[in-house]
């Protein structure tokens, strides 16, 4: 019961330093639906091979210890999931037009994420549909490879590529170019979904870089810094982000470091924060208790 209240007082002390106002997303490509079925086998092939790479990546992480199944089912649960890290490899796919058909060409870089990212997506999600545990399953109990891995999937389970795709349409809208992001732009944005589920700050939502820069008084150098009732000297977590964004790389440290340490600081308050009005109302309520306890008591003389 402690840890739920705990878990609601700190869910309220983030609102308030994070107003509704700031949770506003630029606009997102859309998934164009129409182009699925032109690259739905591609993209299956590809899955496949990015969940026996991923399972053998966690397989060496964890060695000596034995991968679990729900190992090998959360990869497969996350990886067609734009929000996760394991479907960062639908960043690098780029959809070209060749002739009749479309292509699916990876690039080295990430790239942003526009209608053909979620067009990807979406093939990704088709593909898997309700059978990542089977594929997980799959991966858990037999021994397999990437050919036998793409023959279950893609042609006994979806069966994405039992079939040649149809040609593409002369009139169809060509799709936006691949545009690479900066290796700081992917880092923060892999940094920014770490965050998301951190102990310590529930609630907290993912923002872009553009999103955490365009806050109102975004580490601003000339902003005052409020003082809270026990001149703890803190400041609010978008003002610490701000100033390490903002400072130049000439600059001693590493700013993930500084990220980190601005995230871990500011837990570290509303925890803090959370206990006193914690102990407050148990104060209150106790003293309310042997009010109406004594209140009774008279009562009955």
């Not at 591609?42 to 060496?60: F, T």
């Not at 040649?164 to 002369?170: A, G, H, I, L, R």
Request: with cysteine; net charge neutral.
């Amino acid at each position: 019961m402690k840890g739920v209240f705990w878990f609601l007082v700190v869910s309220v002390v983030i609102a308030t330093l994070i107003p509704l106002s700031h949770c506003s997303k630029k606009p997102v490509g859309i998934a164009r639906k129409e182009d699925i079925p032109y690259i739905k086998c591609q993209v299956c092939e590809i899955l496949a091979k990015q969940l026996y790479q991923q399972v053998q990546s966690k397989k060496a992480e964890i060695s000596p210890k034995k991968i679990s199944e729900y190992q090998i089912i959360e990869i497969a649960e996350n990886v067609c999931n734009l929000k996760k890290v394991e479907a960062d490899w639908i960043l690098r796919i780029d959809i070209v037009e060749k002739e009749d058909r479309l292509e699916l060409v990876e690039h080295d870089s990430e790239g942003q994420c526009n209608s053909e990212c979620k067009t990807i997506e979406r093939a990704c999600q088709d593909v898997m549909g309700y059978s990542d545990t089977d594929v997980a399953e799959y991966l858990y109990k037999s021994k397999h490879d990437i050919d036998s891995l793409f023959n279950y999937l893609c042609k006994d389970l979806s069966k994405s590529c039992n079939k040649k795709p149809p040609p593409v349409p002369k009139d169809r809208t060509p799709g936006e170019p691949f545009v690479a992001k900066s290796s700081k732009e992917a880092e923060m944005e892999k940094l920014l979904k770490s965050m998301e589920g951190m102990p310590g700050a529930p609630g907290m939502k993912m923002y872009s870089r553009d999103d955490l820069m365009n806050m109102k008084n975004f580490g601003g150098e000339n902003e005052d810094d409020d003082e809270d009732e026990d001149d703890d000297g803190d400041t609010g977590f978008p003002s610490k982000l701000g100033k390490v964004l903002r400072s130049k790389e000439n600059e001693k440290g590493d700013w993930k470091q500084k990220i980190r340490k601005g995230i871990v600081d500011t837990s570290t308050t509303l925890k803090k924060h959370a206990t006193k009005v914690s102990n407050r109302l148990q104060r209150w309520w106790k003293g309310k208790k042997t009010a109406s306890s004594k209140k009774s008591s008279k009562s009955e003389l």
